[in-house]
Structures are given as structure tokens and as C-alpha cells.
């Protein structure tokens, strides 16, 4: 079984500073891994994700991750937020070694980007 | 692309109701999976299902079942709504077969937004 820690829950920040928000995850098998994002009152919007290759991922709107095996971590960072980066971020994973594997995620870090 | 579509955006019904919260896509995906997101808890697996008939228990499948009656179909159940299960509701589907391509993902509808009274 898998699971996801993110291990903070808000994250305030000023408009054009550096953010990053952290995810470690937990597994027996080797997984994929993925950020996701939500804005208020909308469905989840996939920002990157990590299947295989170079451990440096970029992703939409500038945000990218970087996956570290021995630290199980996959944390997602943007050298500078925008207030329009409002929402809350999730990380998730799944098993790489079933194609029947449903994500697992992390319970959210809501970034809040302030003028 | 690849829509997942949940047939209400808002719903409001009472104690003791049966409801059904309907999700379809349209790609052929072989597994959906239902989602249950609560403040400060994320994302919690209900149910998933990986065939037609087929499904399989998620971490909080108690007081809901699912019917999986065709590929791009997959309804939620609630038996016998209660306001604990007040929540928003999130359908998803992956495909198997993208496993080793660049596309490989999962696609979440927009949310079903339940309000139990």
C-alpha cells in the first residue's frame, strides 16, 4: 500500500517570492507520482507528473518537481508565485507495478499568495 | 481529450434518500474510481472499478456501493443518505494500456458537490 504525506497544510507567501511545498510518500513498489491542483470551486487540473527519466519535472504554469528516491520526496516549487497561483495542491501516487492501481493522495497544502 | 463527465454539478437531498451520482467517459478507459474530498482531509477512495461488473473496496466504502453496468458508466450509490456523507464527490478513470506512454494519467470530472439534510 501506498501513502502520502504533505507535510504542510497552508503555506502563506508573498507575490514574486520562491514557494515550495513538500510531499513524501510511502510505498513497497516503486510508483509514479503527481502534483495536482484546485482552484476554488473548480475539478482537479494535473500540473506534472513523474513516470520514468530525468527526476527534474516540469510542469504548467512555471511550477516544477523533483523526485528523490532515497528521500522518498517529490516536492513541487516555483521561483515566483503569482496571486492567480491561489489554490490548494495535491500530491499522489500509484503503484507502477499494476495497471489497476487507483491514486492515493496526500490531505492538501492550501498556498495562499499574498499581494 | 478525455472527458469525465458527473451528471450534477450540486445536489441537495434529504436523510434517508437513496442517491445516485452518475459518471461518464468517454475514452474507453478501463478503470474509474470514486473520490470523496472533506477539508483538511483530501482525497479518500470510495470505490473503484477496473472491468465492467468488477469493483473493488476503496479506504471508506461504508454506507455506499457502485454499479459498473457498462465501460463508461460508473455510478455511486448512497443506500440511505446521512449528513456525514455531506461532501464533494470526485469520479476519475485511468487507461491500463497508456501505462507505459508519456500520456499515462488519470482524468477527474468536475465534482459533485452533495449536501445531505
Redesign the interface.
Known amino acids: 500500500a501506498q501513502s502520502v504525506t504533505?507535510l504542510d497544510?497552508q503555506v502563506p507567501v508573498f507575490e514574486e517570492a520562491p514557494v515550495e511545498l513538500r510531499c513524501n510518500y510511502s510505498s513497497s513498489v516503486s510508483v509514479?507520482l503527481?502534483w495536482?491542483v484546485q482552484y476554488p470551486n473548480?475539478?482537479?487540473q494535473?500540473l506534472l507528473?513523474y513516470?520514468s527519466g530525468s527526476t527534474l519535472v516540469k510542469g504548467i504554469n512555471g511550477f516544477e518537481a523533483e523526485f528523490n528516491k532515497s528521500q522518498t520526496s517529490f516536492h513541487l516549487r516555483k521561483p515566483s508565485v503569482h496571486i492567480s497561483d491561489t489554490a490548494e495542491y495535491?500530491c499522489?501516487v500509484?503503484a507502477r507495478n499494476s495497471?489497476?492501481t487507483?491514486?492515493?493522495?496526500?490531505?492538501?497544502t492550501r498556498l495562499s499568495v499574498i499581494a | 481529450d478525455v472527458k469525465v463527465t458527473q451528471s450534477s454539478r450540486y445536489l441537495v437531498k434529504r436523510t434517508g434518500e437513496k442517491v445516485f451520482l452518475e459518471c461518464v467517459q468517454d475514452m474507453d478507459h478501463e478503470n474509474m474510481f470514486w473520490y470523496r474530498q472533506d477539508p483538511g482531509l483530501g482525497l479518500r477512495l470510495i470505490y473503484f472499478s477496473y472491468d465492467v461488473k468488477m469493483k473493488e473496496k476503496g479506504d471508506i466504502p461504508e454506507g455506499y456501493s457502485v454499479s459498473r453496468e457498462k465501460k463508461e458508466r460508473f455510478s455511486l450509490i448512497l443506500e440511505s443518505a446521512s449528513t456525514n456523507q455531506t461532501s464533494m464527490y470526485l469520479c476519475a478513470s485511468s487507461l491500463v494500456r497508456d501505462r507505459s506512454s508519456p500520456n499515462y494519467g488519470y482524468t477527474f470530472g468536475s465534482g459533485t458537490r452533495l449536501t445531505v439534510v
Not at chain 1, 102 to 108: Q, R, T
Open positions: 504533505q497544510s509514479y503527481f495536482y473548480q475539478g482537479l494535473l507528473k513516470l495535491f499522489a500509484s495497471g489497476n487507483p491514486l492515493v493522495f496526500g490531505k492538501g
